[in-house]
T-cell receptor
Framework: DGGITQSPKYLFRKEGQNVTLSCEQN?????MYWYRQDPGQGLRLIYY???????QKGDIAEGYSVSREKKESFPLTVTSAQKNPTAFYLC???????????FGPGTRLLVL | KNQVEQSPQSLIILEGKNCTLQ??????????LRWYKQDTGRGPVSLTI?????NTKSNGRYTATLDADTKQSSLHITASQLSDSASYIC????????????FGAGTRLFVKA
């Protein structure tokens, strides 16, 4: 998992609740990413950030929000607007967007 | 439409045997192609990365090939081990001014003793 940590490993969300997934890296990478993985599908990009204080929407950003106040941290908030949040969430980082991405161990989000 | 398709969807082989996984893509303009290995419940780990000019790239028992003309790639695993049981994901990046990467759905490989 190479210097990227995600927490918690499992997260439970109640209806109408916002939850925040943590992602931290000590690789000194500029770029960070959030993906969602559903069974039988490829990873889908939620948000990415190429540099501190800047981030861009990915293919499925609706119902999610992010911040990038520090180079090492890229937390993802799953809001109540995300109607189908149950999935495996993966955070990744790279030196730049064209470089190889290093992934964290993932957080599995379940809805109660 | 940019797409990455992998086959087979799943594969069962005996320990010690070789196998080849396929990846076809329609991504354009092409930037690079990566193969990742993902163990169950873990994040993907990079195996190889190839640009347009590269035909073959090896990483231990893993050898990836790329035919940019036919837009096909393969991942060959030699002398499989039980620890090779995982999903193998093909990822193609689009050459744009921003960031665009297309992930395949993966091939699930089971290696049996």
């Amino acid at each position: 998992d190479g210097g990227i940590t995600q927490s918690p490993k499992y997260l439970f969300r109640k209806e109408g609740q916002n939850v925040t997934l943590s992602c931290e890296q000590n690789l000194n990478h500029d770029a960070m990413y959030w993906y969602r993985q559903d069974p039988g599908q490829g990873l889908r990009l939620i948000y990415y950030s190429q540099i501190v204080n800047d981030f861009q929407k990915g293919d499925i950003a609706e119902g999610y929000s992010v911040s990038r106040e520090k180079k090492e941290s890229f937390p993802l908030t799953v809001t109540s607007a995300q109607k189908n949040p149950t999935a495996f969430y993966l955070c990744a980082s790279s030196k730049a967007t064209e470089e190889t991405q290093y992934f964290g161990p993932g957080t599995r989000l379940l809805v109660l | 439409k940019n797409q990455v398709e992998q086959s087979p969807q799943s594969l069962i082989i005996l320990e010690g045997k070789n196998c080849t996984l396929q990846c076809n893509y329609t991504v354009s303009p092409f930037s690079n192609l990566r193969w990742y290995k993902q163990d169950t419940g873990r994040g993907p780990v990079s195996l190889t990365i190839m640009t347009f000019s590269e035909n073959t790239k090896s990483n231990g028992r893993y050898t990836a090939t790329l035919d940019a003309d036919t837009k096909q790639s393969s991942l060959h695993i030699t002398a499989s081990q039980l620890s090779d049981s995982a999903s193998y994901i093909c990822v193609v990046s689009v050459q744009t001014g921003g960031f665009k990467t297309i992930f395949g759905a993966g091939t699930r490989l089971f290696v049996k003793a």
